[in-house]
Every structure is written in C-alpha cells, then in structure tokens.
C-alpha cells in the first residue's frame, strides 16, 4: 500500500480536493482560482465571519494560507507556522521562537504527502524547516534535525551573506524548489535556483542564474562574475509555477546587485530579469526570455507567473504570462517559449554616470497594452488635484527625466510604474476562459544618483549599507515606509539597534555578514558617535561610485502621491485577444474617503482570487477593506470592513459542505494599524 501511495506522490496524483485550497495561491499553476461555487452573486450579501483567529504577536502578514482536508496552516507576523481547525479557528499547534525578529515577512508555506507522511516546508530566517502536519514537530531526518540552511549549494562567495525566504517554495515529485530573498547592494549572494529532496534534505540539482564557463549567458557578465563578491543576486524571491504534466518549471528571476549602478557588471546579465522555463527534475534551461537588459532599476519579475490556456488563431496553446512592475503582460508558448503577441526592442537613453554602460533597447510588449501609466506619458497637468502645493509639484516634475527607461542620472528620473509597481508580489489572478486579473498600483518614484567620494570609514559603512533605505542624511522618508535614523536613539536602545543591524527585522535586511568593525562603524553613524581609532580602517565593503539617494516617493505636501489618480487599479485582460475586459480603480484613499472623496485607487499589496461561480475576491489596499467583484464585469458587488488592512491573497475552501473566505490581517504597511487576525467569512 505504501509503494502505491509513494508512485502516487511521485506522479503527482491524488490527495488533491477540489473543495482544499492545497498550493500557494491555490495551485502549481499560481492562477488564485478556486472551483468553489457555494458562495456566488446572488448570496455574498449574507457573508458573515465565522471565525476570528487572534495570534499573541502582531504586525504585517503576506501570508496566503493552505486548507487541506479541514486544517488551516498559517504563519504569524513573528514567522511562526500554525495549523488551526478550519471551521473554527481553534488552534491545533504552534512552531517558531516568537521573540526572534526574523528579517522577513512570510506568504505562506507548502505542503507534500505521500499518502501517509505528510509533512509542512516552510522558512523562518536562513532556515527550510519541515515539520510533521499533524503535530508541527521538525521532522528530525531532514536535513540538520529538521532544519536545512538555505546557504547549502551556493558558492562560498555567499558565506555569512544574506539570504532567508519569503515566499513558499514548489513542489514537484519529491522535490521542494526555493526562492530565496537576497540583499540588494553588490554584497548580495548569487541567486541560484535550488531545489531539496522533501524527505531528506539534500541538494537536488543547482542553476547557476550567474552562469559559470561553458554555461550559456557567461559572455553577458564580465569574465569570472560568478565567483565575483561584488556581483550577486539575479535570485528568484517571487516564488515559482510548475506545469506537474510536462514537468516544466517557470522561475521569474530579478535584477543583479547593486539595483541601480552597473559598471562593474556591463553586459546583457543573463539570467537576471529573466522568465526561466526549467526541467523541473534536472533543473537544465529549456528556454528563457529576459524582459529587462541589464536592469539598472530594480525591475524584478515580482510575482509567480500564471499557466493558462488560451485560443490563438483558432488553436488552444499552453501558455504563461508573467506580470512585471513595469505594467506589462509578457504571453509565451508554454513549450517553446514563443511570444505570442510581437515584443519589439525599444530604444531608450544611454547613461552619462562614469563607468556605467546602458543597454541600448528595452523589451516592450505590444499587446496588452499596459496597465499602469508609464512615466513617458506623464505631463505637467497630470498632478494631484487634492494637493496643496500644486505648483511646487509642477516645479519638481518638470525638472525631472520621464523617458520610458531613462538611465539613472544625478538629475533625477521619474519612475512610474514605480519601484513597488504596477504589479506586485500578490500576483495575478486567472479564470479557465483565459482571462487575467491584475490589481496594480500607480505610485510614482524618484530615482536620483549621487557620486560617492566618502574618506571616513563610518559614514561609507553606513553609506554602502543603509542610505538607499534611509537617506544619505539619515533622514528617512518615513511617507515612504523608510524610517528616519537620525534620532534613534531616543527611542531604542544600543542593544536593540545592534541587533537590528545584524539581523534586520520585517523587510530589513540583517547584516550579519559583515565584520564586528563594520557593523560598530554603522551602529557609530547612526547614533552620531565619534568611532575608535580601531575602527578606522574597517573594511566595510565594496562601494559603487554611484548610488541611489533613497527609495523616494513622488508625493505632495500632505503624504498622498502627487500624480492624479487612479492610484490603484484593477484590471481585467482577455489573453486569447489582448484586450481588455474592465478596468476601474481599486481601493480609497483613507484620507480623502474621511472627506467624501472615494473612486481614487489606493496602494495595494497582495493579490485577488477568483471562483467559478463569477466573484473575485480582494484585500490588498491600504483602506483595511475586503472587497468582492463581479469577475466578468467588475461590479462591485459587497465591501466588508476588515479588523486590520489586509496586504495578503486571501483563499476560498470548502469543510463539511460549507464554503469559507479566508484573510490574514495584519496592518502595519503603508503606515496603517497593526494587525493580529485571520478571519474567515461564510454564508
């Protein structure tokens, strides 16, 4: 019996219901749908909750929980997994050291079973743990008791360097592939795709997304980057789809460190930037298509793509589209790799940044269209109506550089869709009938360099590490999520802020890969202290010649963004076609709703669902809502005020006849309230 449950397992049949929601974002193919129909148009006036579950710690949660067989499984702000009784609330176990401030913000877990092993995968710091399903205890023979350090497999460049894991890794066969979450700077690890044997732990098979010689894509970087301790990441942290038929994996990587400058890496930069199709077994390329050239603005592929089928000159085609932050839905041949809609090569500007070496062209999708504004159709009267300080914004736009792609420039560039958008990591949403879901947002952003010429060795530890965050004068942009530094110390202790800088907390990198000097030459910035003689020559890395002066948002004088709105949107696009079904603007800014002001889109994080029986489902914006739309039209058909914003994808399942919504709801981003709850609705 049990040779026939593993051969199950390993073809990747049974124990699926269609009443569980048993994968991240509701299967391998990634597309948030749910067969469900028991709640529908006709009824969601009469959703009610059905249970709350209120955890001892709070704070943002990305978390988009599995439902198997009547059993929730979650994970906490403080990156505890959970396991609670589906119809209750009721908690089953708990597994994690909630004291510890893991610099990471989970979205979910992953779970495989052979039939009677059954077993939850999932991240806490450096770690891939697997615990027993049914107890949450670390299944002690895998890996080191439990527990595999996700350093394994990388080359000794990543020694000590940053690297946890945010979204849950895939499974095929008895196979867990894993994202890894890496720094941003040129002190980042080199993202190579990795995947472990469920049962034991051990390394499986490597991709070297940095290739090494011999491997296709070596020529694009300089001679020997793969080894290099100043060229890294080019990472998947986005998580990945997996066709379970053909075996194909298809990893959506992101850009090479450092973000914004790179005059030490000049070339193409395969495979950064790039959708990867993979053997899901051996891990070899089958094909790949980057859709941003040696990206010189963070433009990650942030989502997992989606595996439809669409209809084609009158020929259904396996297909996969991928969303970008750039407002653009890139559509493949599944098998080939083959676009299908053209992609041009657009030209865009050369650098003028010494050392730096642009690209000449840009990939830009023909069809769809994109759906977010790009900053090249931005004009001096698309500002903020609401805002006060009208003509300072009219001031400052006109002075900046709104070419499509403009190459950094210490004048400063306008970056919209910004860093943080059009699409984000909540991914898109996909019906059977190929149409694509996506909520995006249009915040735009100020992208400006600046030379580093830094002598002291404090202020150029802090400089390499902390000021694309924080500012280069410790300022912050506290409207922007980046808190000032400059008078910390009134607030946390020197033990707290070490702490802080060696291990980082929520989407804080730590820093624990730099030396004890280094890290007192920091900590001595910050709180504006004169460092000992012995610090003084501290090795505090590498150092472009150029960085980025901060993570700035465009914003007016009172926080909101200083472009019109739509500020968020939702959108709906037929991909056998290219087209779109709907569009409208998603979510209110708080603000301005309190004023009588609503239909603005606000900023969203997180992803919608969708179900057969027409709805799709949505938290995702700043205004705490959960809100349920007609999928084929895009009435909106019930709003439902939430204990706490809800920046997560929420999932649908079905126990003992009776169909639940399920959300986590913790606050905190985007300067809203914290946060504790799951809560779940039924009719």
């Not at 991240?24 to 006036?45: A, C, E, F, M, P």
């Not at 913000?105 to 052979?114: D, E, K, P, Q």
């Not at 004009?379 to 792609?405: C, F, Q, S, T």
């Not at 709907?582 to 708080?590: H, L, N, V």
Request: glycine share 10%; net charge positive; hydrophobic share 35%.
């Amino acid at each position: 019996m049990y040779k026939r449950l593993l051969i199950l397992s390993i073809l990747g049949l049974g124990f699926i219901s269609s009443d569980d929601w048993s994968e991240y974002l509701g299967g391998t193919d990634r597309n948030h749908y749910s067969t469900l129909t028991q709640i529908n148009k006709s009824n969601v006036n009469q959703l009610k909750v059905a249970w709350e579950y209120s955890l001892p710690d709070s704070g943002q949660m990305q978390v988009n929980p599995l439902i198997i067989k009547g059993v929730l499984y979650g994970v906490s702000a403080s990156v505890q997994a959970f396991a609670l009784d589906a119809t209750t609330g009721r908690e089953i176990w708990r597994f994690g050291d909630p004291l510890k401030n893991w610099a990471s913000t989970s979205r979910g877990l992953s779970y495989w079973t052979n039939g009677i092993d059954k077993r939850i995968l999932y991240t806490a710091g450096p770690n891939l743990w697997a615990l027993n399903a049914e107890t949450g205890k670390p299944i002690s023979s895998f890996g080191d008791n439990g527990k595999v350090d996700l350093h394994t497999g990388l080359p000794a460049v990543a020694a000590n360097k940053f690297i946890i894991s945010n979204t849950p890794g895939t499974i095929y066969r008895n196979l867990i592939i894993m994202p890894v979450r890496l720094s941003e700077g040129a002190d980042a690890a080199p993202g190579d795709i990795r995947a472990f044997d469920v049962i034991t732990g051990k390394l499986a098979w490597t991709f070297h997304t940095i290739p090494y010689p011999r491997e296709k894509g070596y020529e694009t970087w300089p001679k020997d980057a793969y080894k290099n301790t100043n060229i890294g990441a080019a990472n998947n942290w986005a998580g990945m789809a997996l066709d379970n038929e053909r075996g194909i994996l298809f990893v959506p990587t992101g850009s090479a460190g450092y973000d914004f400058y790179g005059g030490n890496r000049k070339g193409q930069n395969l495979f950064a930037n790039c959708l990867l199709a993979l053997d899901a077994k051996t891990g070899k390329r089958l094909w790949h298509y980057q859709t941003t050239h040696h990206d010189l603005w963070d433009r990650d592929l942030p989502a997992p793509p989606n595996l439809v089928t669409v209809t084609h000159r009158g020929k259904q085609i396996p297909a996969v589209a991928q969303i970008t932050k750039q407002g653009f839905v890139f559509l493949f041949n599944r098998i080939s790799g083959k676009p299908l809609f053209p992609i041009i090569e657009k030209k865009v500007t050369t650098s003028n940044l010494p050392g730096e070496k642009t690209w000449l062209t840009q990939p830009y999708p023909m069809l769809p269209k994109p759906y977010a504004r790009l900053s090249s159709e931005i004009g001096i009267n698309d500002i903020n109506p609401y805002a006060e300080n009208k003509e300072e914004i009219k001031r400052v736009l006109k002075e900046l550089n709104k070419e499509w792609h403009a190459a950094p420039s210490e004048k400063g560039n306008l970056i919209l869709p910004g860093f943080d958008g059009g699409g984000e990591w909540g991914g898109a949403a996909a019906d059977p009938d190929g149409i694509l879901y996506v909520n995006s947002n249009e915040m735009g952003w100020i992208q400006t360099m600046k030379a580093t010429t830094i002598s002291k060795p404090a202020e150029k530890a802090y400089q390499t590490n902390c000021s694309s965050c924080h500012g280069i004068d410790r300022k912050g942009n506290p409207l922007s999520g980046y808190p000032s530094l400059q008078d910390i110390s009134s607030k946390k202790s020197r033990t707290y802020i070490q702490q802080i800088i060696s291990n980082g907390k929520g989407m804080m990198p730590g820093f624990n890969q730099l030396s004890s000097s280094d890290k007192a030459q920091i900590l001595s910035y910050i709180l504006n202290e004169l460092p000992k003689e012995t610090n003084s020559n501290a090795n505090t890395g590498y150092q472009t010649p150029f960085q980025m002066t901060g993570y700035n948002k465009f914003l007016d004088s009172k926080g909101l963004p200083a472009l019109s709105p739509p500020w968020g949107t939702l959108n709906a696009i037929d991909l056998n076609t290219g087209k779109y079904v709907w569009k409208i603007p998603f979510g209110d800014e708080p603000s301005l709703a309190q004023q009588g002001i609503t239909g603005t889109g606000a900023e969203n994080y997180g992803g919608p669902i969708v179900t057969a029986s027409g709805l799709l489902i949505i938290g995702a914006a700043k205004d705490g809502k959960l809100r349920i739309y007609e999928s084929k039209t895009g009435k909106l058909l019930r709003v439902i005020t939430l204990p706490a914003a809800a920046f997560a994808t929420p999932s649908t399942y079905q126990v003992n006849g009776i169909q639940y919504i399920v959300i986590a709801c913790g606050g905190t981003k985007l300067g809203t309230p914290k946060g504790n709850k799951y809560i779940a609705y039924s009719l």
